[in-house]
């Protein structure tokens, strides 16, 4: 039972570079999203998708981008990096909006320099 | 604004003493309320949720109570165990422009439990 997966699990970058951090869900569950975890500011939600197609902004979306061209992936893409980017992302998704339930990846650590 | 934020950073209880995590919202538009659990280097993990048109919720050992009025939501763990220790975070659902919904987190309770 694989449930969400999020790859890669580390990565260092270089400040500028162009990086995709990958989401793939089995559960076929419509809504998806992407939170950072810094410590001491708890989540922060950059964007989601309610369903396959749309995608909507979240708290804090500068410098990101996503796309949801099926209902399994959701890619999260940084087009130029900066350190201030350095946190755990973790991806999230949801088999109905009328619950809470929201089902975690294990998380992508991303260091910037 | 909306957000959901939390009254205590840290909280210390006896092993086997009641626990009782708190949290305020600004958010009056909310459908529902949820609670998390975050144990170390892992993601989330949900706990239980409570409705807008509910006050108290119970699940195994863990009971939410939401109190509209003050915009207050609190999760009790009964007889705490070692393995309760962990980070809770409340969370609200907001409407987006188009309506849809996205989980706002607030930052989290550090639960820690005194042998």
């Known amino acids: 039972i694989a449930g969400i997966t999020q790859a890669p699990t580390s990565q260092i970058l270089a400040a500028g570079r162009r990086m995709t951090l990958r989401c793939t869900q089995d559960?076929?569950?419509?809504?998806m999203y992407w939170y950072r975890q810094d410590l001491g500011l708890g989540l922060r939600l950059i964007h989601y998708?309610?369903?396959?197609?749309?995608?909507g902004k979240g708290e804090v979306p500068d410098g990101y981008s996503v796309s949801r061209a099926n209902t399994d992936d959701f890619p999260l893409t940084l087009a130029s990096a900066v350190p201030s980017q350095t946190s755990v992302y973790f991806c999230a998704s949801s088999g109905s909006v009328d619950t809470g339930e929201l089902f975690f990846g294990e998380g992508s650590r991303l260091t910037v320099l | 604004g909306e957000s959901v934020g939390l009254h205590l950073p840290t909280l210390s209880v006896q092993e086997g003493d009641n626990s009782i995590i708190n949290c305020a919202y600004s958010?009056?538009?909310?459908?529902?309320f949820i609670w998390y659990k975050q144990e170390s280097g892992k993601g989330p993990q949900f706990i239980i949720d409570?409705?807008?048109?509910?006050d108290k919720r119970q699940g195994q050992r863990v009971t939410v109570l939401l109190n509209k009025t003050v915009k207050h939501l609190s999760l009790q763990i009964a007889a705490t165990q070692p393995g309760d220790s962990a980070v809770y975070f409340c969370?609200?659902?907001?409407?987006?422009?188009?309506?849809?919904?996205?989980?706002?987190f607030g930052k989290g309770t550090r639960l820690h439990i005194l042998p």
């Open positions: 958010n009056s538009a909310s459908d529902y």
């Open positions: 969370a609200e659902n907001n409407k987006g422009p188009r309506g849809d919904d996205k989980i706002i």
């Open positions: 409570i409705r807008s048109n509910m």
């Open positions: 998708s309610n369903t396959a197609g749309t995608t």
């Open positions: 559960m076929r569950h419509n809504a």
